[in-house]
């Protein structure tokens, strides 16, 4: 029994690492670290500490951290047992470029086929439009990820719709993370320390949406000293403040984003008359994370955020037009660790989203709300190293309440009663089991089980009505009735065979539920587009995706390239029915408008990353095929989803000059979106009758672009840092279609009319300007 | 923003690859009890086609033979002028009038094609009650009533058609025409008859009629593949151009493949009131 015990042995020693930021001295938390021979791959915790029982002798280690510079040391467990290692960020401001001996081959030992993160440093000197740092476009850029439209956030991932991503702040959900109607999302490049982005091989932690994670980590401050950062565009100007508020034990990070086209405008209008009449509009950001380390074992963090969108339009004649959009997010989470090995978390949570749109012509007044409000849940306990094994358990709970589009129609004297404003509420809930562990030298399996449940509650009102929607008979339910109840199995598995140092083959299983649904009734992601949980009527949208992918590394790890082939099926997909009217409800149910079918998904994603030299950069193509099939449309056949996009490409490019100057590009080629549009026309009875042919059957011409930045360092000393960033965005000017609509000229009537199809483009080549700096 | 949205411009869209058009032969056929049949035969065209009166003339079908059968007696109908609207030429029966519970099969043989469809007149519908309301005593607008007892032992579908003496040159559908009657089959219903325009793509702006008017209402029974149609053609007519409608509505044709369009038969009942 005795002989078991090695840890008795007299030639071994506890081990113990520590990781911090060089710079701030920051510990990092779930830094990784390789003990080469030994293939050891080990986790810090957040006090950035990790221990190991290690028989005496020398090592190799080789210490990683996302946005960090890698880190490689050769350690002698003779001599001490402490060790501590400081990681330098990875910024343009280091002196040399530094080549490393080797770099990390996570790519080929890692098990996550479908994820890639990267870090705020890796794209804050790209090109964006109007220099507005945007982690939402930059994912765009990753393979099996499509962008929904010209300058939109939204994303399409491996042939999912926009509402299947589930988009994590600091462990929250945002439900629209989009300013400016899409054009910029509520990401804010100065608090945005890293992101995440899961496609498939999701663990089975992560849940509530079928198509990707998308995780966004906010920066917590340094404990030891103040800082401000700050940046100033053509769009908008930012400030971050991080300050120490118990010395080495807690941080307060405040940052604040704000445009400024209105206030220059209202500078403006008191000389120029005109001008008051023009719209006024702006967003803003403000994010507050409070980051508290209790004792040596406990942390709190507290993360809150508010952005809003305030759009308003004073015409003649008293006619005024208000749209008005916010997220408000906030949380607390505690985490605490038992030992190194075992480290649980606890998070509650409240997100809300509200839009406001109104409009007054004369005396009447028209006012519209919607909305989603959660208060949630999430524990996990995290166990790793129990033979190989990384064990996490769980459970999740969330409490949803929605607005559908409510109405308020009046006079400015007296409103019209229509109603309670109707809400619908719903509860999501699940338990989980995700363990990786290593079968043997090559292959690494990961294996997860999550069981989700969902239950509309009431109140809730149904209304029975017939075609042309005259209500003949009406359900109530009472607050807190059982209205419909779904649960869902969904297993997830993953495992990676390496096939050699430098190479090796990842494979995938994901099934996954989604409870809430988006149908949104233009191809882009608006401010308009509303959530609504499952019903009676709306079934669970169901996922089934595998993947298998080739991963190779060439050059000592310099180069790293893959290809992975994915199928993914989606039962119980959500579109309007024909003959919708947006904002209008031609039913007197919530889920009246909504028609259900299938969608399939098959693609190729081939990627290529140079990461280490002068000129790193990626090259990222997916060539996939997207379909869908819902018997009340396309005359139940099979039809192209609106993103169906045969070929996606991006190219991500940077080089460093010398120490002053980096340039960057990116270049994208996706092929066009679909659309239905009508194709011959007849009449009947004197009517003139429009003929669409089939569903989605125009192709909208290809979207490309290419945009080009220079980023110059200004002067900097040991405490401050100032950089120039010069862009262009769409440089070649390419005019890409942004709608396609027909000017109709004539009268028929009069037996005389004229067709031609117009375009509208957004963005024409558009150079901006942004500084930033940091103390 | 508006930085953002001056950049915006529009183009020809040149580079639009669209699809090529086959026109397919257009089908507006009736038959009703008591009367001839009654077919209009045109070609689709090209929606990017310019329309003026020679393409319109164009349009026009007038080589076809158009036959119906009753499933014992058949007639060729003939092509036949029509002064007052456009097409000004259609197919009109001369011998079989249409009767209650018959199925009348449509025949069009036309370029060496044959097209078939079928449909049914059924059972007349009747009113238990029409009425106008008005909203006071001194109101000249009045809205029309309607009330009437659907039969249990089966699933129907209603069209209602106004017409008003010295205004409408014919019978004009109300507003959202059609009635099917899965939610009250079997009960009494009520509605209000709302006057419909004289072109589906005009809004329904007045839903009213006048005081002293001389009123003629028709109340027709359908089959569903007749219902269907108008239907889903009203559907798409009245969200037509409307940029926050999905798009693409399909028309639930019931006269077969490589066609558009109806072939309906119509059990009858006709009403006449005055606006008081």
Redesign the interface.
Known sequence: MGFSQQNDLPNTSECKFVVTDSESGEPLFKAHILIKDKDNNLLTDFSGIASIKLSKGVYEILVSYVGYEKYSATIDTHLQSEFALALKPSVFTTDEVTILAEAENAHIQGIEAGSKQLSIKDIQDLPFLLGEVDPLKSIQYLPGVQSSGEGNSGIYVRGGTLDQNLILMDDVPVYNPSHLFGFFSIFNGNTVEKFNILKGGIPAQFGGRLSSILEVNSKNADKNQTHLKGNFGVLSAAATLEVPVINKKSSLLVSARRTYVDLILKGLSNSIEELKKQPNYYFYDLNVNYDHLITKKDRLTFNLYKGTDDFLYQGVNDFENSIRWQNQLGSVKWQHVFNPDLISDFTVYATDYQLNLGAVITNYELKLSSGIRDYGAKFTLSSTNIKKHNITIGADYVWHRFTPNNIVLGTKDDAIDLGQPEKLYALEAATFVNDEFEWNEKILVNVGLRLSGFMHRGPFTRYLANETGQTLDTLFYKSGANIQTYSGLEPRASFRYKLNDASSIKGSFDRTFQYIHLAPVSSVSLPTDIWVPSSEKIQPQIGTQYSIGYFKSFEQNAWEASAVLYYKFMQNQVEYRNGVLFGYSSGNNFDDNFTFGKGKSIGLEMYVEKKTGRFTGWLSYTLSKTTRKFSELNQGKIFPAKYDRLHDLSFVGNYKLNERWKFSSVFVYATGNRLTLPTGRYLIDGNVINDYGSKNNFLMPAYHRLDFSATLKGKSSNVYQSFWVFSVYNVYNRRNPYYIYFDVDGDVNEYNLTISAKKVSLFPVLPSVAYRFEF | ????LL???????G?????A?E??L?I?GQIEQGKYAQV?L???????A????A??RE?LVSTAKVSISDGEKSEVLTLTKNSD???SYYYKGTELVGEVGKTYTLTVETQGQVYQAETSILEPPKFDNLSFEFDSPEDTLALLGAEFTDNAEEENYYRIFTYRENKDVKYVPMY?S???????NGETFS?NILRGS????EIADDIYFTKGDTIRVKFCSLDKAHFDFW???E??????G??????????LSNTGEGT???WGGYGATYYQLIVK
């Open positions: 923003m508006f930085f953002l950049t915006a411009c529009e183009d020809e869209a580079d639009l690859k669209l699809p058009y026109p397919k257009v507006d209009t045109t070609k689709s065209a090209s929606y990017f310019d329309i003026d009166s393409a319109l349009a609207k456009f097409p959202l059609t009635l099917g009657d899965k939610y009250f509605l004289q072109s589906l793509t239907r889903t053609l559907r798409e007519a009245y969200s037509v409307n940029p926050f409608t999905s798009s693409g509505n399909e028309i558009l369009g109806v």
